[in-house]
């Protein structure tokens, strides 16, 4: 993956999985993005009472801080932003670990944060730094690495006097180097940004515990954390989301002057809750249209792939959901085509289509999607499915607000939502409406342009 869509840090820095491992073990994704729109988290949870609440406190207090620095303005186009999200470092019955990966914008500096979540998801027990690793051993070899010749202004004593302990960070490299990371302006100039010191492998292997030992294990060989008998599997990952359907679900005939037509789409994913979208499209062989995140697509590569070999369109919502109108060209031009770029890696096809979040554009933005050969998406239906978080309410807004030629806002993050879409189905196919993505629905879309309905 290009360097624009990995955890950044000066160091090594920590093996990304592809979260998917844990779909099954998720019970969901909760995400927060307040009515004036500045900031944007989302964050797992497992079903794990202590574990759940304690990764939750975590989001919760840094908006809760954020809310406080910067309270409301009325000029939107002021307020700093704050976007957290998380990626899967660690999967294993016996191990599971998230980074949750942080973002501030104020102004003209951005602010990176992480923190890594260690748990043992059958005990429903987080695993602290002192489970893992000798903390005694381990300080020493980090006050060994930060007097290194090549490492100059690193000072490990800022963070106390048991520094692995207070680390944001402690994860595994690809090579099995133990890593331990701190926050920019922790243990180094802020200009470094957030550090990272490895232990390498064969000094690592002294420091762990046995918990520590099936930690790194669960990074270096992954598997599903909730599979009944790990040593008889043959294949660490048996999902369905990797399996292509056999019959596309676009149907190049249907002439929307013709049929009435309608495009579902479904915004801020791919998730947990996507695989299940795609079993109920399929079954009733509806075409879709995604609007997905960058960083959602490096989350979860090989659902996206699915839901692309389905034959679903995928267009891009940026990388990390930032307002578009409040950046700068170069800001714009980066969260589009780091969008576009990782979808094409992943599917092989570059996407068409442009969802600017919170429907927020102008010529700027409309000269970038131009720029970068995509059209601008809003809809004309606005379910709310992600404020009622209702099935039933998604579905009866749906019904009410749908006419002919309507694209329609749903966001299959949530549950709710992905259980309401039989239901949508079914009510629309009474009303006669037929299913077609966005591009069948428009026609020939013509790039920077902005549609909200055929
Ligand atoms: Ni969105």
């Not at 409301?72 to 976007?83: G, H, K, Q, V």
């Not at 596309?248 to 013709?258: L, S």
């Given at each position: 993956?290009?360097?624009?869509?990995?955890?950044?840090?000066?160091?090594?820095?920590?093996?990304?999985?592809?979260?998917?491992?844990?779909?099954?073990?998720?019970?969901?994704?909760e995400?927060?993005?307040?009515?004036?729109?500045?900031?944007?988290?989302?964050?797992?949870?497992?079903?794990?009472?202590?574990?759940?609440?304690?990764?939750?406190?975590?989001?919760?207090?840094?908006?809760?801080?954020f809310?406080?620095?910067?309270?409301?303005?009325?000029?939107?186009?002021?307020?700093?932003?704050?976007?957290?999200?998380?990626?899967?470092?660690?999967?294993?019955?016996?191990?599971?670990?998230?980074?949750?990966?942080?973002?501030?914008?104020?102004?003209?500096?951005?602010?990176?944060?992480?923190?890594?979540?260690?748990?043992?998801?059958?005990?429903?027990?987080?695993?602290?730094?002192?489970?893992?690793?000798?903390?005694?051993?381990?300080?020493?070899?980090?006050?060994?690495?930060?007097?290194?010749p090549?490492?100059?202004g690193?000072?490990?004593?800022?963070?106390?006097?048991d520094?692995?302990?207070?680390?944001?960070?402690?994860?595994?490299a690809?090579?099995?180097?133990?890593?331990?990371?701190?926050?920019?302006?922790?243990?180094?100039?802020?200009?470094?940004?957030?550090?990272?010191?490895?232990?390498?492998?064969?000094?690592?292997?002294?420091?762990?515990?046995?918990?520590?030992?099936?930690?790194?294990?669960?990074?270096?060989?992954?598997?599903?954390?909730?599979?009944?008998?790990?040593?008889d599997?043959?294949?660490?990952?048996?999902?369905?989301?990797?399996?292509?359907?056999?019959?596309?679900?676009?149907?190049?005939t249907?002439?929307c002057?013709k049929?009435?037509?309608?495009?579902?789409?479904?915004?801020?994913?791919p998730?947990?809750?996507?695989?299940?979208?795609?079993?109920?499209?399929?079954?009733?062989?509806?075409?879709a249209?995604?609007?997905?995140?960058?960083?959602?697509?490096?989350?979860?590569?090989?659902?996206?792939?699915?839901?692309?070999?389905?034959?679903?369109?995928?267009?891009?919502?940026?990388?990390?959901?930032?307002?578009l109108?409040?950046?700068?060209?170069q800001?714009?031009?980066?969260?589009?085509?780091?969008?576009?770029?990782?979808?094409?890696?992943?599917?092989?096809?570059?996407?068409?289509?442009?969802?600017?979040?919170?429907?927020?554009?102008?010529?700027?933005?409309?000269?970038?999607?131009?720029?970068?050969?995509?059209?601008?998406?809003?809809?004309?239906?606005?379910?709310?499915?992600?404020?009622?978080r209702?099935?039933?309410?998604?579905?009866?807004?749906?019904?009410?607000?749908?006419?002919?030629?309507?694209?329609?806002?749903?966001?299959?993050?949530?549950?709710?939502?992905?259980?309401?879409?039989?239901?949508?189905?079914?009510?629309?196919?009474?009303?006669?409406?037929?299913?077609?993505?966005?591009?069948?629905?428009?026609?020939?879309?013509?790039?920077?342009?902005?549609?909200?309905?055929a």
């Amino acid at each position: 993956m290009s360097a624009a869509t990995e955890l950044t840090a000066t160091g090594t820095v920590p093996r990304i999985l592809d979260a998917g491992l844990i779909s099954d073990a998720m019970k969901g994704v909760e995400s927060r993005s307040d009515t004036t729109r500045h900031f944007f988290a989302n964050w797992p949870l497992f079903g794990l009472e202590r574990v759940d609440a304690v990764i939750a406190d975590y989001y919760t207090d840094a908006i809760e801080q954020f809310s406080t620095d910067y309270p409301t303005s009325p000029d939107i186009n002021a307020l700093p932003e704050l976007n957290l999200g998380w990626h899967l470092v660690a999967s294993s019955p016996r191990a599971v670990a998230i980074v949750a990966d942080g973002y501030e914008f104020a102004g003209a500096s951005t602010q990176e944060r992480w923190r890594t979540f260690w748990f043992d998801p059958v005990r429903d027990a987080p695993l602290a730094a002192g489970d893992l690793v000798d903390t005694a051993a381990t300080n020493r070899e980090l006050a060994t690495s930060a007097r290194r010749p090549d490492a100059p202004g690193l000072d490990l004593s800022a963070v106390g006097a048991d520094p692995v302990t207070s680390a944001t960070l402690l994860a595994f490299a690809e090579d099995g180097s133990l890593l331990v990371g701190y926050d920019a302006c922790e243990v180094a100039a802020c200009a470094a940004g957030r550090v990272t010191f490895a232990i390498a492998p064969e000094a690592t292997e002294w420091l762990l515990t046995d918990a520590g030992r099936a930690a790194r294990s669960a990074t270096l060989t992954p598997r599903d954390p909730i599979a009944e008998d790990p040593g008889d599997l043959p294949n660490p990952s048996p999902s369905t989301a990797s399996t292509p359907s056999s019959a596309p679900a676009v149907d190049e005939t249907v002439d929307c002057r013709k049929s009435k037509c309608v495009a579902l789409t479904f915004d801020d994913g791919p998730g947990p809750f996507t695989t299940k979208l795609l079993d109920h499209l399929r079954k009733a062989d509806v075409p879709a249209t995604f609007f997905m995140l960058g960083q959602q697509v490096e989350l979860y590569p090989k659902i996206t792939r699915a839901v692309a070999a389905a034959g679903h369109e995928i267009g891009v919502h940026t990388w990390d959901h930032r307002m578009l109108t409040r950046l700068d060209t170069q800001q714009v031009r980066r969260e589009i085509t780091s969008s576009i770029k990782v979808v094409k890696q992943v599917t092989g096809k570059r996407p068409r289509l442009l969802r600017p979040p919170y429907g927020a554009t102008d010529r700027a933005v409309a000269a970038e999607a131009k720029r970068a050969k995509v059209a601008q998406v809003l809809w004309d239906v606005d379910t709310l499915d992600w404020k009622t978080r209702s099935a039933k309410k998604t579905i009866k807004a749906t019904l009410k607000d749908t006419r002919r030629g309507s694209i329609v806002l749903l966001h299959d993050i949530h549950s709710t939502t992905v259980a309401a879409v039989p239901g949508i189905i079914e009510g629309l196919r009474a009303k006669g409406y037929t299913f077609v993505t966005v591009s069948q629905l428009l026609g020939k879309a013509k790039p920077g342009r902005v549609y909200s309905r055929a």
